[in-house]
């Protein structure tokens, strides 16, 4: 079975830093982007960043470009979002996802993505 374990969330101080693993297992890691994604409570879910584990091209959301910076690690099937200079709006839910690549180049879209993971909560104090 396909299995996403999203760790790492936590009361961080605004300025500061956390990082977020998401451990996968169940598939050919190699062959899958993963992402991570985050949802406020009534908005709707937004991607955050991407990595492609075949290629490792990336994709961040504008709103955390230089500030966040996505990783993998195949060998321990495990994906790694280092997040720097919170900000209070960043206090989300954040969930990380798989999908398996295609021609087309990095998914990115929420709707992209095929498996998801238990979400981590992030709260950054203002």
């Known amino acids: 079975d396909v299995q996403l374990q999203a760790s790492g969330g936590g009361l961080v101080q605004a300025g500061g830093s956390l990082r977020l693993s998401c451990a996968a297992s169940g598939f050919t890691f190699d062959d899958y982007a993963i992402g991570w994604f985050r949802q406020a409570p009534g908005k709707e879910r937004e991607g955050v960043s991407c990595?492609?584990?075949?290629?490792?091209?990336?994709y961040y959301a504008d709103s955390v470009k230089g500030r966040f910076t996505i990783s993998s690690d195949n060998a321990k099937t495990t994906v790694y979002l280092q997040m720097s200079s919170l900000k209070p709006e960043d206090t989300v839910v954040y969930y990380c996802?798989?999908?398996?690549?295609?021609?087309?180049?990095?998914?990115?879209?929420?709707?992209?993505?095929?498996?998801w993971g238990q979400g981590t909560l992030v709260t950054v104090s203002s």
């Open positions: 996802a798989a999908v398996l690549e295609g021609p087309l180049g990095l998914r990115t879209g929420v709707h992209e993505y095929d498996y």
């Open positions: 990595i492609s584990s075949s290629d490792g091209s990336t």
